[in-house]
C-alpha cells in the first residue's frame, strides 16, 4: 500500500469553526488531490497540487482552500465549516507520468453540526 | 453526461469469477478505460486500465471489445475480500483531475 496517512480520522466541529484536514505521503509522488463522498454523489474533486505551491481548483472548490508547502503534505480549510460540508474527505496521490493511477488515503469522516 | 454505464448491483458465488460489464459508447480514440474498487469505509483503489488490447494483473483482466464501447473487469476467483463498489473510468491521460467516479456497480460476493 502507498505511504498515505490523512489526520485527523474522524472530526466533530460546530458550524463557523475553521477545520484542517492533513494529508501526508512517503510516497513522493507529485500531484496530490483531495476529495469529496457523499451519498448520491459519488467522489468529487475538490482542489488538486501539482507540485509545491502548485495548486488548482476542482468540481467543488467553494469554502474550501489547500495550502502545499512540502512534497510531503496537502492541507485542505474549510475557513468556516458549514453542514453542507459534512461528509467523508479522500486523499489521494499520483506520479506525474501515470495521474490516472492514484492511491487514496483511507479517509476522514468530518461531522459539522 | 455519463462517460459509462454499469449495473447497479451484482451477485457472485464465491471461488467463482466475477465478471463486471461497462458500456462506454461514446469513447473517444485517445481515451483509457481505467478501473478502481472501493471496499466498505475505505479509499478507492486502483485495479487495472487499458486502452485497446486486453490487460491482466495480478489483481483482475481488463477485456475491451474491438469497438471499445464495452469493456468488462474480470475477477477470476472472487473471495469475499472482493465485495466492493466497482468503478469504471474513461478518461484521457494527462489530466489526473479529470476523473469522474460514477456510482458504480456494488459487488456482492456470496458464500
Known amino acids: 500500500d502507498a505511504g498515505i496517512t490523512q489526520s485527523p480520522r474522524h472530526k466533530v466541529t460546530e458550524t463557523g469553526t475553521p477545520v484542517t484536514l492533513r494529508c501526508h505521503q512517503t510516497e513522493n509522488h507529485r500531484y496530490m488531490y483531495w476529495y469529496r463522498q457523499d451519498p448520491g454523489h459519488g467522489l468529487r474533486l475538490i482542489h488538486y497540487s501539482y507540485g509545491v505551491k502548485d495548486t488548482d481548483k476542482g468540481e467543488v472548490s467553494d469554502g474550501y482552500s489547500v495550502s502545499r508547502s512540502k512534497t510531503e503534505d496537502f492541507l485542505l480549510t474549510l475557513e468556516s465549516a458549514t453542514s453542507s460540508q459534512t461528509s467523508v474527505y479522500f486523499c489521494?496521490?499520483?506520479?506525474?507520468?501515470?495521474?490516472?493511477?492514484?492511491?487514496f488515503g483511507p479517509g476522514t469522516r468530518l461531522l459539522v453540526l | 453526461d455519463a462517460k459509462t454505464t454499469q449495473p447497479p448491483s451484482m451477485d457472485c458465488a464465491e471461488g467463482r469469477a466475477a465478471n463486471l460489464p461497462c458500456n462506454h459508447s461514446?469513447?473517444?480514440?485517445?481515451?483509457?478505460v481505467y478501473w478502481y474498487r472501493q471496499i466498505h469505509s475505505q479509499g478507492p483503489q486502483y485495479i487495472i486500465h487499458g486502452l485497446k488490447n486486453n490487460e491482466t494483473n495480478e489483481m483482475a483482466s481488463l477485456i475491451i471489445t474491438e469497438d471499445r464501447k464495452s469493456s468488462t473487469l474480470i475477477l477470476p476467483h472472487a473471495t469475499l475480500r472482493d465485495t466492493a463498489v466497482y468503478y469504471c473510468i474513461v478518461t484521457i491521460v494527462g489530466y489526473g483531475q479529470n476523473f469522474v467516479f460514477g456510482p458504480g456497480t456494488r459487488l456482492s460476493v456470496l458464500p
Open positions: 489521494a496521490i499520483s506520479e506525474l507520468r501515470d495521474q490516472e493511477t492514484q492511491y
Open positions: 461514446t469513447i473517444s480514440g485517445n481515451e483509457y
